[in-house]
């Protein structure tokens, strides 16, 4: 066990300051009483991946509002939605212990919103665009929590992976039906879910089918 000469306290685990002073300790390490808190590092490295992720997604917004000549309102609107997800969703990860459940059930209260939205106003800005988004962004959310937390989450949470998945396909429907005004987005989210479906079944088939057979036979 380590000890702080100056203060006169013994620490266990893997400490070389102590963290009443900051003074060096002497003596070999000793076991932590306690396991480290692989839920706060991963939450940490979430943080990080969400933040780059947010970044990403603007720079691309961005990109494509200048390239396709995008109306600037349909560009700032994306672009603070995308903005204030960042917000609410970095405050679930450092406020809430099981902030997982709360994401993956926030995209679903989203694309509910949209569909409302879209009903009351007819407007096929919101069939277009923002709900083949809300699938893109659940979607890359689902990578980086799968990357984060790796079997965990599908062990988990594979429900609402399966739900992500048939969601990203869903605007496909709305091309069928004629609700879309550009078919682009659409069929980017259909692909990215095709894709993300192909990486669950290829690196991670057995602890995802064991979770189906859960769901169909509890």
Not at 32 to 40: C, K, L, M
Not at 121 to 128: C, D, Y
Not at 177 to 188: E, K, Q, S
Request: charged share 15%.
């Amino acid at each position: 066990m380590r000890r702080c000469e100056k203060c006169g306290v013994d620490f266990a685990g893997d400490l070389d300051r102590c963290p009443l002073c900051q003074a060096g300790l002497n003596g070999p390490p000793a076991p932590a009483v306690f396991p480290r808190n692989e839920v706060r590092k991963s939450g940490a490295l979430a943080l990080k991946v969400l933040a780059f992720a947010t970044g990403a997604c603007l720079l691309l917004m961005l990109f494509l509002g200048r390239l396709l000549s995008l109306p600037a309102d349909i560009v700032v609107t994306v672009c603070l939605g995308l903005a204030v997800n960042y917000l609410f969703v970095r405050n679930i990860l450092v406020h809430r212990p099981d902030f997982l459940r709360v994401i993956v059930r926030y995209f679903l209260i989203l694309l509910a919103l949209a569909a409302v939205w879209f009903v009351v106003t007819g407007n096929l800005a919101v069939t277009t665009f923002v709900i083949p988004g809300i699938c893109l962004v659940a979607l890359v959310f689902d990578t980086v929590l799968l990357a984060v937390f790796r079997g965990t989450f599908v062990a988990r949470y594979a429900k609402y992976l399966l739900f992500d998945v048939a969601l990203g396909l869903a605007p496909l429907a709305l091309v069928a039906l004629g609700l879309t005004t550009w078919d682009v987005p659409a069929f980017v989210s259909a692909l990215v879910s095709s894709v993300f479906l192909l990486w669950l079944l290829v690196f991670m088939r057995r602890q995802l089918l064991a979770e189906v057979h859960k769901l169909f036979t509890a």
